[in-house]
């Protein structure tokens, strides 16, 4: 069974970065996608950026693109979220969750939360003004 566990959060300021960590562990081929999800305070969990195990493309909510850069080492099965340029509205609990398929990119399929089985716990992240 897939099992995620996410790290790396804390506290840091605006116009500074952060490095979260995602450990993927029970694949049992490279198909899937792996997806970062962030749930603010009083808002609903939202998809910000995904990757594809199989080829390696990349999606990201206009929020963050340009700013946040997902990555994935298979071999370490392990995932990365490098995030820079914080905003105080990056402050959230962030997530990373697993699918056993390839969801495309195409507009914001990836972003929904149904496609996804797996979920590993959040970590917290708030950026100070």
């Known amino acids: 069974e897939v099992q995620l566990q996410a790290s790396g959060g804390g506290l840091e300021q605006a116009g500074g970065y952060l490095r979260l960590s995602c450990a993927a562990s029970?694949?049992?081929?490279?198909?899937?996608?792996i997806a970062w999800f962030r749930q603010a305070p009083g808002k609903e969990r939202e998809g910000i950026a995904s990757i594809s195990r199989e080829d390696g493309s990349t999606y990201y909510a206009d929020s963050v693109k340009g700013r946040f850069t997902v990555s994935s080492d298979n071999a370490k099965n392990m995932v990365y979220l490098q995030m820079n340029s914080l905003k105080p509205e990056d402050t959230a609990v962030y997530y990373c969750?697993?699918?056993?398929?390839?969801?495309?990119?195409?507009?914001?399929?990836?972003?929904?939360?149904?496609?996804?089985?797996?979920w590993g716990q959040g970590t917290e992240v708030t950026v100070s003004s």
């Open positions: 969750a697993a699918a056993l398929i390839v969801i495309p990119g195409t507009g914001s399929i990836w972003r929904a939360e149904r496609y996804y089985d797996y």
């Open positions: 029970g694949f049992t081929s490279d198909d899937g996608t």
